[in-house]
């Protein structure tokens, strides 16, 4: 089993920034690709960052590169989530999750899931 607890949400203005954090543990952390997800009230759960076991790949969604970077220290056994000029549309819930093998931007993918941490942005 896979533990991940998420932190570094809040609300802050449009163009604002936050980082982002998830804290594994139970697991090698370095055995595992980590990924971003989001997801809006009343929309789907939306892909949003990647990043393969040793952090020499990443991939964003199209919708947040330019302004998010993800990225993990395995000695920390944490995932980075930061994200800059943030917009209203980037308000979710956003979550953290864990699978073996390679990066994916698919969910079901992903066998361990934090319980989200809300990003508000204001506009």
């Known amino acids: 089993q896979v533990q991940l607890i998420e932190s570094g949400g809040g609300l802050v203005h449009a163009g604002g920034s936050l980082r982002l954090s998830c804290a594994a543990s139970?697991?090698?952390?370095?055995?595992?690709?980590m990924g971003w997800f989001r997801q809006a009230p009343g929309k789907e759960r939306e892909f949003v960052g990647t990043?393969?076991?040793?952090?020499?790949?990443?991939n964003l969604a199209d919708s947040v590169k330019g302004r998010f970077t993800i990225s993990r220290d395995n000695a920390e056994n944490t995932v980075y989530l930061q994200m800059n000029n943030l917009k209203p549309e980037d308000t979710a819930v956003y979550y953290c999750?864990?699978?073996?093998?390679?990066?994916?931007?698919?969910?079901?993918?992903?066998?361990?899931w934090g319980q989200g941490t809300q990003v508000t942005v204001s506009s």
């Open positions: 999750a864990a699978k073996g093998s390679g990066s994916s931007s698919v969910d079901y993918e992903y066998n361990y």
């Open positions: 990043i393969s076991r040793i952090g020499f790949v990443t």
């Open positions: 139970g697991r090698t952390f370095s055995n595992y690709a």
